[in-house]
């Protein structure tokens, strides 16, 4: 079935039945609505939820495309309902901070975020970076589907494109789509510094030298998983894939 809805231009829109579905969780009502009022002018479906407890429920029954979601949260925190929606199901997240804490950011993405905000933010960016996730989720979908023979192996490190995924000294890792992509694109030039520009633009689709310090978080939380003398840090330029010597 379509609905309508009107745009905050006035124009009306239709709503079609592959529409993306967006759950916004976070208990501020100003700042829930104006996301969700953004969103639905981008041509969004948008669900919101204002505790821990509701937003399983919803994200549970409602099955959304990505969810936008607040740490500070009554009932639990958005860490936990992170941890609760991805073991139901994997669904992008984009985590909400009111603190400018790099602790904050590592464990939102250690239990399954795929990026974060801190506010105050922008609407404008919020909802590019909604659109740049969900263009991650049809990219790695479309990778699946015609996968890329074969496993890169460079050392202990293997990179499975094919079912997207990465064993380290033949134990399996567990990457948030995100982690993988960015450990691909290092991995596709070895060796080779990338800045942080160049990895926001390939990874995220995002051109804003703003987003580097979410770069430097995924590198963090990447480093953790697989090793962080894999990676190497050119102080004011970006990263390398280090490789072993032939």
């Given at each position: ?6 745009s905050?231009s ?13 759950l ?12 969700a009022?953004?969103?639905?002018a981008e041509?969004?479906?948008?669900q ?21 979601l ?5 009932g639990?925190?958005?860490l936990e309902?992170c941890r ?15 603190r ?6 590592l464990?939102?993405l250690?239990?399954?975020?795929d ?5 105050p933010f ?14 991650r989720?049809?990219r790695?979908a479309?990778?699946?589907?015609t ?13 499975d494109?094919?079912?997207r ?6 134990e399996d890792?567990?990457?948030t789509?995100?982690?993988?992509d960015l450990?691909?694109c ?6 080779a510094?990338l ?6 633009a390939?990874?995220?689709d995002w ?10 978080s ?12 894999r ?16």
């Amino acid at each position: 079935m379509e609905q309508t809805h009107t745009s905050q231009s006035g124009a009306a829109t239709t709503t079609q039945g592959a529409q993306r579905r967006v759950l916004v969780v976070e208990d501020d009502p100003t700042i829930v609505d104006a996301i969700a009022a953004r969103l639905r002018a981008e041509g969004f479906l948008v669900q919101t939820a204002t505790d821990g407890p509701a937003a399983v429920d919803t994200a549970e029954a409602w099955q959304p495309d990505l969810m936008i979601l607040d740490i500070m949260l009554p009932g639990f925190d958005g860490l936990e309902v992170c941890r609760r929606v991805q073991a139901q199901r994997p669904v992008p997240v984009l985590m909400l901070t009111a603190r400018d804490d790099e602790t904050d950011m590592l464990v939102g993405l250690g239990v399954g975020a795929d990026d974060y905000m801190t506010k105050p933010f922008s609407m404008r960016e919020l909802a590019a970076r909604v659109h740049v996730l969900l263009r991650r989720v049809e990219r790695a979908a479309l990778a699946a589907a015609t996968p890329r023979s074969g496993i890169l192996r460079l050392g202990e490190l293997e990179i499975d494109h094919a079912q997207r995924r990465v064993r380290v000294k033949a134990e399996d890792v567990h990457l948030t789509p995100t982690e993988f992509d960015l450990l691909v694109c290092l991995a596709n030039t070895p060796r080779a510094v990338l800045s942080r520009e160049q990895l926001l633009a390939e990874v995220w689709d995002w051109a804003d030298a703003s987003g580097t310090r979410t770069v430097d978080s995924h590198i963090k939380a990447l480093r953790r998983k697989i090793g962080a003398e894999r990676i190497r840090t050119v102080h004011g330029v970006g990263y390398a894939l280090e490789t072993p010597n032939p």
